[in-house]
Each structure stands twice: as C-alpha cells, then as structure tokens.
C-alpha cells in the first residue's frame, strides 16, 4: 500500500521553465491537496481538490495552476517558474467528511523538492 | 480567520526526559485540531487528533495531547523521549466541516543523550 506517491523526488529548473508535479493516491480518497513548505513558514496551501473535476484555491496560489485528472491523480503546474517558488511540496489526500463536522485527517506523500536557479 | 501559533522554533530535550510542545489557536467556533511530525526527508504522518469529547486524547508513538478551550491551547505531551522522537512537529487546525487545514510554523525538537 504505498499510500500518496508524488513524482519526482527532486528537481532543479531554470527561471522561466515549466514543470509539473504528479501526486498519485491509492487509498481511495475524495479530497487531495497541493501544500509548500518554506523555512520558518510551515505549510501553505497551494490548491484543494474536493472531488474529481472540482479545484479551489488555496493561501498562495498565485503562479501554479493545477488538475485533477481522475479521482487518484491530482497534479501541479508551474508554467513559468521563478527562484521565489524554490520550496518542498506536499501532496496529501484525505477522506471525504463522513459526516457533518468530522474532518478527515490528511494524509501526506514524502514531497518534492524544487530549486529554481 | 484561523491561525495557529507555535511558540518554540526549536527544543532540546534529554533522552528519558519529559516533553511539552505548545500550540494556541485562533478560531471562533469549535475548531478541530491535529498534531502531526515530520521526520527528516519525509512527509507529514499524524500523531493525534481532536475533534469533541475527551479533552485529553492519545495517539501514537505514546503522545497524548490536551485540549483546552480557555486557553485557546493543544499542547503535545509525552512522559518520555527516545531518541527517535527527534523531528519537526507541527500542529494544525481546521474549522467545523471543512477540510482546509491552518498549520502552525513548526517545532523542531532535538533530543541529546
């Protein structure tokens, strides 16, 4: 069972190039997540996926965007990167709530760590 | 808007020896509350969680956390610590039905022999 598996482990790019972030969960969950991770900041939400076809914002949004490409499958694209989105990314999936007020528990891959030169 | 705060950036504590991390939140309704550690290298892996009821609840790896609505606190506890214990902790809370989770800055605990 692995889990939340997120591709690839590490990555350096050049300002200005694109790249995406594959997150792939197989614990049959409704609700994926896009966070970063940034020294002395903790995680940010970057983009929420309640439900296949369904996105929403997050705290940080701004120069990603991203799909939900089937209920497993939730991916992030940076189509212009630049050295202030150097950062760890964590993908996470949870539960849907099961019933009003029962948040579900997120459960998290082992990141992606960016560099952008 | 919810927030949570993380008082200590980092903590040192002897193996064998006792240990509290702090957490207050902000959020004017009930919130739900969560602690999760993050090893080095790794993803975040939940530890606790509190939604109602007890205010005193376990998890794993022999943490328990308490809440406590007057002072807008959840603290992480633990009689013990092994040296395995050494990581970044990070507590998080979201609001009632709602999947959007606020985390806290982190922890980052250090254990010496």
Redesign the interface.
């Given at each position: 069972n692995a889990g939340?598996t997120q591709t690839p482990k590490f990555q350096v790019l050049k300002t200005g190039q694109s790249m995406t972030l594959q997150c792939a969960q197989d614990m049959n969950h409704n609700?994926m997540y896009w966070?970063r991770q940034d020294p002395?900041?903790?995680?940010?939400?970057i983009y929420?996926s309640?439900s296949e076809g369904t996105t929403d914002k997050?705290e940080v949004p701004n120069g990603y965007n991203v799909s939900r490409l089937n209920k497993r499958e939730f991916s992030l694209r940076l189509e212009s990167a630049a050295p202030s989105q150097t950062s760890v990314y964590?993908c996470?999936s949870?539960e849907a709530?099961k019933a009003?007020?029962?948040?579900?528990?997120?459960?998290?891959?082992?990141?992606t760590r960016l560099s952008i030169l | 808007a919810q927030s949570?705060t993380q008082p200590d950036?980092h903590i040192t504590v002897s193996e064998g020896a006792s240990l509290e991390l702090r957490c207050n939140y902000s959020y004017g309704a009930?919130p739900?509350l969560?602690w999760?550690v993050q090893s080095p290298?790794?993803?975040?892996?939940?530890l606790l969680?509190y939604?109602?009821g007890d205010t005193l609840v376990q998890g794993i790896k022999g943490f328990e956390a308490e809440f406590k609505r007057s002072q807008s606190s959840f603290n992480l506890r633990k009689p013990s610590v092994h040296w395995s214990d050494a990581a970044e902790y990070?507590c998080a809370v979201?609001p009632?039905?709602?999947?959007?989770?606020t985390?806290?800055?982190?922890t980052r605990l250090t254990i010496i022999p």
């Amino acid at each position: 069972n692995a889990g939340v598996t997120q591709t690839p482990k590490f990555q350096v790019l050049k300002t200005g190039q694109s790249m995406t972030l594959q997150c792939a969960q197989d614990m049959n969950h409704n609700s994926m997540y896009w966070y970063r991770q940034d020294p002395g900041m903790g995680l940010r939400l970057i983009y929420y996926s309640a439900s296949e076809g369904t996105t929403d914002k997050g705290e940080v949004p701004n120069g990603y965007n991203v799909s939900r490409l089937n209920k497993r499958e939730f991916s992030l694209r940076l189509e212009s990167a630049a050295p202030s989105q150097t950062s760890v990314y964590f993908c996470a999936s949870s539960e849907a709530l099961k019933a009003w007020g029962n948040n579900q528990p997120q459960h998290f891959g082992d990141g992606t760590r960016l560099s952008i030169l | 808007a919810q927030s949570v705060t993380q008082p200590d950036i980092h903590i040192t504590v002897s193996e064998g020896a006792s240990l509290e991390l702090r957490c207050n939140y902000s959020y004017g309704a009930t919130p739900y509350l969560f602690w999760y550690v993050q090893s080095p290298g790794q993803g975040l892996q939940l530890l606790l969680k509190y939604f109602s009821g007890d205010t005193l609840v376990q998890g794993i790896k022999g943490f328990e956390a308490e809440f406590k609505r007057s002072q807008s606190s959840f603290n992480l506890r633990k009689p013990s610590v092994h040296w395995s214990d050494a990581a970044e902790y990070f507590c998080a809370v979201g609001p009632f039905g709602n999947e959007k989770l606020t985390f806290g800055t982190g922890t980052r605990l250090t254990i010496i022999p």
